[in-house]
Structures are given as structure tokens and as C-alpha cells.
């Protein structure tokens, strides 16, 4: 199978922390791809590795075959945190579809009619046609992130890769985020994302990837979602239900005693 991401041992770290370490993994094309892991796991500073905003420290990657600094370097799309946006920045809706423009280069350093169309196209099958010269902060947050993701899609990327695109918005909103990525993966985009919602992961993405610091397990959801992986995962105490085919996880609470809350008994003084 072709594939869309080779990452071979790929090492990493901010100074003298080490944040990846010999991280290998491959995707091939299609694929639709969940990274999950606890914060501070390294998943940023992984899709960062993706989209060649960092260098490995060591080891090589490939996108479409392309890697960073080849006369073709790799075409990404990235969406970006919606939460991490500067909201105020003027700019409507349909510019920011248009900053995603890539051949504004040489002779045509100005976007053409047709990539003013092709912005219209997306945001129009998106959902969102009407919303092109509104600004971008008056945008409820679902609709924010369509028009990043056209901003994305607008230079026909090989692969669509998103950081936390259900993060910040309501449920039913995430729900219909990962449809439309799913309906844009069965157009045959790949596609790499990162989520804290294991289980909106579980019923919408058929590969889940398990990552802190490295690669613990990677597989359908059916395949990673056991104890052992979850636990290894995020240093916590998983529970996995199979329920109506259904997959659904949940971390145990912590039982605290009186004892753990209720400051130092006085002597004398008992605690139950
Ligand atoms: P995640 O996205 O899984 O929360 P990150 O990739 O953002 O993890 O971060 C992994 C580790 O690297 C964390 O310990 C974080 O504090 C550290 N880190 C992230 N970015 C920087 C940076 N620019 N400089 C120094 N340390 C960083």
C-alpha cells in the first residue's frame, strides 16, 4: 500500500527534555487516524514533526514520499486549535479560506477567480456558503473550524492534519466535525488528527494511535482499547464496556478517604 506518512525513528526534545523518543510509524493513503495520549505526551510536538514545523533531532520523515526540503516538499493542509486563534485579526470568512492559497507565486502573486470560486465550493459544501463575508469572530465556534478546515483544503493537500478539532466545541458540533472528516475520507483524504475524546475516537475513526513520548500501540480501536494499552497509555486506570456494539472507556475515579482530604489530624483528634 502507498503510503502517506513514513516516520522512522524519529527523536526529539525541547532543549535537554526529551519529548519523542524513537518514534516510528506509518500511515498509508486513506487512512483516517486518531493520536491520543495524556497531556504533555508529545502529540503538538509530533503533528509539528508531521507538518515540518520542527526537525527531528533524529531520524527522517516522509509525506507522499516528500520530505521536508526536497524541491516538492509535502502538501499539508493543517487546521490549527481553533482556541489558539487570534480572533482579532479582521479578516471574513472567505479570507481566511483564501490565506490557504499556495500558487500565488511567481507571475500571479494574487489569488485568481478560480480559487475564489474554488473557496465558495468548499465553504458551500461545507455548510457554510453563506457565511463568506462575515467576520470570522462573529462565527459560532463549529463554524470557525469549517472555515479553517476549507482554509486547509483550498490547496489540495495530500494529507488533512487537525489539532484537536472537537476541542472547545459543544458535543453535538464535534459530532458533526467528525462527519464531515469522515465523509471527506471516503472522498479518499487522509487524514491525522489529535483528540482527548476517546470515545467520540471510537465511533468515528478507524485507527487509533496510543502515543506518550512514543508509540505505545497503534490499531482499530477495538484493538487498542484494552486495559493494559490505556493504562500504559496515560498512567491511569481504565475501564473498557462493550455495550450494543458498541466500545465505550472510562477512567476510574479515585476513591479519596476523609483521611486524604482533611488536613493533619490534631493529637488526639481521630479521623474515620
Ligand atoms: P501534548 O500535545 O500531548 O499535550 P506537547 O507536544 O504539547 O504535548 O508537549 C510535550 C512536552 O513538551 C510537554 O512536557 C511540554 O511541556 C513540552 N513542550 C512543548 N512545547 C515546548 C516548547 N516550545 N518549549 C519547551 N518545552 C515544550
Redesign the pocket.
Same mark, same amino acid.
Do not use: E, H, I, Q
Given at each position: 500500500m502507498r503510503p502517506i506518512i513514513e516516520m522512522d525513528h524519529v527523536t526529539f526534545?525541547? !532543549?535537554t +527534555?526529551s519529548? %519523542?523518543q524513537d518514534v516510528s510509524l506509518h500511515l498509508h493513503f486513506g487512512q483516517f487516524a486518531a493520536l491520543v !495520549?495524556?497531556? !504533555?505526551? !508529545? =502529540? +503538538? +510536538?509530533? %503533528? =509539528?514533526m508531521v507538518t515540518g514545523l520542527l526537525t527531528p533531532t533524529h531520524g527522517t520523515v516522509a509525506i507522499n514520499g516528500h520530505k521536508f526540503g526536497d524541491p516538492l516538499p509535502p502538501r499539508i493542509g493543517y487546521v490549527p486549535q481553533i482556541e489558539t486563534v487570534d480572533w482579532n485579526f479582521p479578516v471574513t470568512a472567505g479570507q481566511v479560506v483564501l490565506m490557504g492559497v499556495t500558487n500565488t507565486s511567481g507571475l500571479f502573486p494574487w489569488v485568481s477567480r478560480a480559487d475564489r470560486q474554488r473557496a465558495d465550493e468548499l465553504l458551500d459544501q461545507l455548510g457554510i456558503g453563506g457565511l463568506a463575508n462575515r467576520h470570522i469572530r462573529d462565527l459560532s465556534g463549529g463554524q470557525q473550524q469549517r472555515v479553517f478546515l476549507a482554509r486547509a483544503l483550498i490547496s489540495n493537500p495530500d494529507l488533512l492534519v487537525l489539532?484537536e478539532p472537537t476541542a472547545g466545541v459543544d458535543m453535538r458540533t464535534a459530532e458533526s466535525v467528525l462527519h464531515t472528516l469522515a465523509h471527506l475520507n471516503q472522498d479518499g483524504l487522509s487524514i491525522l488528527m489529535?483528540t482527548h475524546d476517546l470515545n467520540a475516537a471510537a465511533a468515528h475513526i478507524p485507527w487509533v494511535i496510543c %502515543?506518550n513520548?512514543r508509540v505505545i500501540a497503534q490499531g482499530t480501536p477495538e484493538d487498542v482499547y484494552t486495559e493494559d494499552i490505556l493504562n500504559e497509555t496515560y498512567q491511569g486506570d481504565f475501564m473498557v464496556i462493550h455495550q450494543n456494539d458498541m466500545l465505550f472507556v472510562q477512567q476510574r475515579p479515585h476513591h479519596h478517604t476523609l483521611r486524604d482530604i482533611l488536613p493533619n489530624p490534631t493529637p488526639g483528634e481521630t479521623v474515620p
Open positions: 526534545g525541547y !532543549g +527534555t519529548v %519523542l !495520549g495524556p497531556s !504533555g505526551a !508529545g =502529540k +503538538t +510536538t509530533f %503533528l =509539528k489539532d489529535t %502515543l513520548r
